[in-house]
């Protein structure tokens, strides 16, 4: 069974900090590496998604790939309660067949 | 406006009910696909589809059906034989079933079976 695992939190950051959300995951030959937000009671949305190893940049949001380490993560700068939310992470497997998907880390930011 | 539609937001059925669950998207994208949300739980497969007629079970297809008669549409069947039929049902659509292609959600609907 692939797994994409994920600290469940809660995370809790002042407004204006980095928030930093990691995830690992198992299936070593994964080409593709998906961050979701996800509000409460409503379905995720799509804000990063990084396939190289190294940093990828959109506005406040940073992607970490390290393929070696098994490791993705996403940073959130200047963190506004806004960003308070459940965070997917979300891999495809070797034969991009089959998205799995982390348990997700709930972020709160504190105002 | 380009996007991914679900109906209905919350359904209500009773046990031993089978229950069809709408899924629409004018992206043009080739492949669907449904996942179940439970509390504290990721998100997990329950079937998907490439193209059209044609669709293969993920990880918790077991009482679930599904057709795919048009490319914009892959409506879900959650019959009596589904033990735990009451979840966040989310449907997605993609480009194609190619590594690169990121997937788009749905709305969602929310099923209480009782």
């Known amino acids: 069974q692939k797994e994409v695992e994920q600290n469940s939190g809660p995370l809790s950051v002042p407004e204006g900090a980095i928030a930093s959300l990691n995830c690992t995951y198992s299936?070593?030959?994964?080409?593709?590496f998906f961050w979701y937000r996800q509000y409460s009671g409503k379905s995720p949305e799509l804000i990063m998604f990084?396939?190289?190893?190294g940093d990828k940049e959109d506005g406040r949001f940073t992607a970490q790939l390290n393929k070696a380490s098994q490791y993705v993560s996403l940073l959130i700068r200047d963190s506004q309660p806004s960003d308070s939310a459940t965070y997917l992470c979300a891999v495809i497997d070797e034969g991009g067949n089959q998205f799995y998907f982390g348990t997700g880390t709930s972020l709160t930011v504190i105002p | 406006d380009g996007g991914i539609t679900q109906s209905p937001k919350y359904l209500f059925r009773k046990e031993g009910q089978n229950v069809t669950l709408s899924c629409e998207q004018n992206l043009n994208h080739d492949a669907m696909y449904w996942y179940r949300q439970d509390p504290g739980q990721g998100l997990r497969l329950i079937y998907y589809s490439q193209i059209v007629n044609d669709f293969q079970k993920g990880d918790i297809a077991e009482g679930y059906s599904v057709s795919r008669e048009k490319k914009e549409s892959f409506p879900l069947t959650v019959t009596s034989a589904q033990k735990n039929p009451t979840a966040f049902y989310l449907c997605?659509?993609?480009?194609?079933?190619?590594?690169?292609?990121?997937?788009?959600f749905g709305p969602g609907t929310r099923l209480t079976v009782t």
């Open positions: 990084i396939y190289s190893n």
């Open positions: 299936d070593r030959g994964s080409q593709s």
């Open positions: 997605a659509s993609s480009l194609g079933l190619v590594s690169s292609y990121e997937q788009y």
